[in-house]
Nanobody, 116 residues
């Protein structure tokens, strides 16, 4: 079955960096776009970044442009979210997502906390 497993979250000081990974299995990873979402306490889940199936194009929400970079390694069935210059407002649970045959699949999420 489809599985998405995020890792790489943690506690980081403002201005620091983290790299999240999303390990995928159960589907042809290279055939699907991947997206990263986040959800902060008391807020709705927000689309942060997306990458096409071949990795040739990426999109970002304005608040993370020039700070976050999403990429993928189709040989490893893994997507990444490199987060630089982190701010307290980036604190959230981060999820990777794939839409396969009109169904949305989510990982369990990884907590990112930005605090001094």
């Amino acid at each position: 079955q489809v599985q998405l497993v995020e890792s790489g979250g943690g506690l980081v000081q403002p201005g620091g960096s983290l790299r999240l990974s999303c390990a995928a299995s159960g589907f042809t990873f290279s055939g699907y776009p991947m997206r990263w979402y986040r959800q902060a306490p008391g807020k709705e889940r927000e689309l942060v970044a997306g990458i096409t199936s071949a990795g040739s194009s990426t999109t970002y929400v304005d608040s993370v442009k020039d700070r976050f970079i999403t990429s993928r390694d189709n040989a490893k069935n893994t997507a990444y979210l490199q987060m630089n210059n982190l701010k307290p407002e980036d604190t959230a649970v981060y999820y990777c997502q794939a839409r396969i045959n009109w169904s949305d699949y989510w990982g369990q999420g990884t907590q990112v906390t930005v605090s001094s």
